[in-house]
T-cell receptor, first 112, second 111 residues
Framework: NAGVTQTPKFRVLKTGQSMTLLCAQD?????MYWYRQDPGMGLRLIHY???????AKGEVPDGYNVSRLKKQNFLLGLESAAPSQTSVYFC???????????FGPGTRLLVL | EDQVTQSPEALRLQEGESSSLNCSYT??????LFWYRQDPGKGPEFLFT???AGEEKEKERLKATLTKKESFLHITAPKPEDSATYLC????????????FGKGTKLTVNP
């Protein structure tokens, strides 16, 4: 039981490049979330999903897109990376609303 | 607007020196509150969930309590391995399916 895994662990992009971050969970959880964490800002919600095929915007969605084609996977896309998107990205999941949210190990992204 | 405020931002203790971290919230209807521990370079790790005022939970040197306006994380006789950032988050009755996080308290325990 791997829990929540994230790929890649670290990535360097040039401004304007695109990439996709993958989050996978093997706990059959319904809800999945993408956060970014920046110094002094805490965890901020980017997008989330309450089930396969659904997505919703969080607090800071601009510049990001997401897809949840399979229940176990939640993808975060950056179409045209900007230096302001340099951050640590965390994925999380919960079985159902109100239960414990489990986090992945994070992806560190540097945009030059 | 729903808000979660943690204090202090940073706390330095000597090994064995007990203290408390605070998480105060102003939300429209609290359904529950989570405490997490986060080590550098890692994702948050779940510690406790509290659902109602007066509830308490303990784990080793940590004890979490909840009132109608705030939660405390009490650390008794801390050890250097307790050094981490502690996060609290609330989930709200009737709100959307997301948590509201505080910015965390960075705890350093010196030997």
């Amino acid at each position: 039981n791997a829990g929540v895994t994230q790929t890649p662990k670290f990535r360097v992009l040039k401004t304007g490049q695109s990439m996709t971050l993958l989050c996978a969970q093997d706990m059959n959880h319904e809800y999945m979330y993408w956060y970014r964490q920046d110094p002094g800002m805490g965890l901020r919600l980017i997008h989330y999903s309450v089930g396969e095929g659904t997505t919703a915007k969080g607090e800071v969605p601009d510049g990001y897109n997401v897809s949840r084609l399979k229940k176990q996977n939640f993808l975060l896309g950056l179409e045209s990376a900007a230096p302001s998107q340099t951050s640590v990205y965390f994925c999380a999941s919960i079985r159902t609303w109100g239960e414990t949210q489990y986090f992945g190990p994070g992806t560190r992204l540097l945009v030059l | 607007e729903d808000q979660v405020t943690q204090s202090p931002e940073a706390l330095r203790l000597q090994e064995g020196e007990s203290s408390s971290l605070n998480c105060s919230y102003t939300v429209s209807g609290l359904r529950g509150l989570f405490w997490y521990r986060q080590d550098p370079g890692k994702g948050p790790e779940f510690l406790f969930t509290l659902y109602s005022a007066g509830e308490e939970k303990e784990k080793e040197r940590l004890k979490a309590t909840l009132t109608k306006k705030e939660s405390f994380l009490h650390i008794t006789a801390p050890k250097p391995e307790d050094s981490a950032t502690y996060l609290c988050a609330v989930f709200i009755r009737g709100g959307s399916e997301k948590l509201v996080f505080g910015k965390g308290t960075k705890l350093t325990v010196n030997p």
